[in-house]
């Protein structure tokens, strides 16, 4: 997890350090103007960025984050934004939706930090309750629940730290993004995603490489997914 130890401040300021990273100390006054600047302070700039142009900001917070893992864990990117809105909200004793948290995370990293990231990581942590299957159709971002089933035990993860680095932002995660929309767009016109695209359309071998990895990838994830909740719902797959 990460978490967030804050406490509010009157004068606006806000402020976030850290012991394991650099620069140790983030702070935005009131009438700063943001500006990316490719360290972490980015995430916390983005979000403030997004939510001045929805509320106005009168109290501020000094804080420091920590985390379970060493610095790039597990959605620690999605995790680490939501700390920084709930903190900001509470401060100003304001409250917003989850599924609008969701989409300024989202457009706070999509606008600011620079990185094309989808709605998983945000929408997980916000919505799921830890003891059921959390199930969501991006296309018209419903949500469902699914209990566990009784007969089997709940599966246990292992995390492991490899030791190994990642950033988003320096990876090809955006190009692979935009690779994925111009696949949809080739084989249905009509949708914005690989998601969207409609079954009889669903044919990856119509597209050049890299496209046609990208379209098949995303198709067998959502197959998969829906036979999952079928099996976890004690439903037939047929193989």
Sequence with gaps: GVHLDWEPSSDGVIEAASWDL???????????????????????RGVIGELRTRIAL???????????????????GAA???????????????????????ALVVAAERNFVGVQVGWLDPMTILFADG???????????AKSYCAWPDAHALP???????????????SPYSLRVAECREAAIRLDRTANSLAEVAPEHRQPDRLPDPLRRRAKH??????????????????????
């Design 22 to 44: 650099h620069p140790a100390r983030i702070t935005i006054s009131p009438l700063d103007r943001l500006e990316k600047r490719g360290d972490w302070g980015d995430y916390l």
């Design 58 to 76: 009168h109290v501020g917070w000094h804080g420091r984050i920590r985390g379970e893992f060493p610095s790039g864990g597990l959605s620690s």
């Design 80 to 102: 680490v934004q939501i700390a920084y809105l709930l903190a900001t909200l509470t401060a100003n004793r304001t409250t917003m939706t989850r599924q609008d948290a969701a």
């Design 131 to 141: 003891s059921r299957l959390l199930h969501i159709d991006y296309r018209t971002m």
């Design 156 to 170: 246990r993860l292992a995390l492991i730290y490899s030791g190994i680095e990642r950033r988003l932002h320096d």
């Design 218 to 239: 995303v198709f067998d994830e959502i197959d998969r997914v829906h036979a999952g909740m079928a099996l976890v719902r004690g439903q037939r797959v047929p193989l």
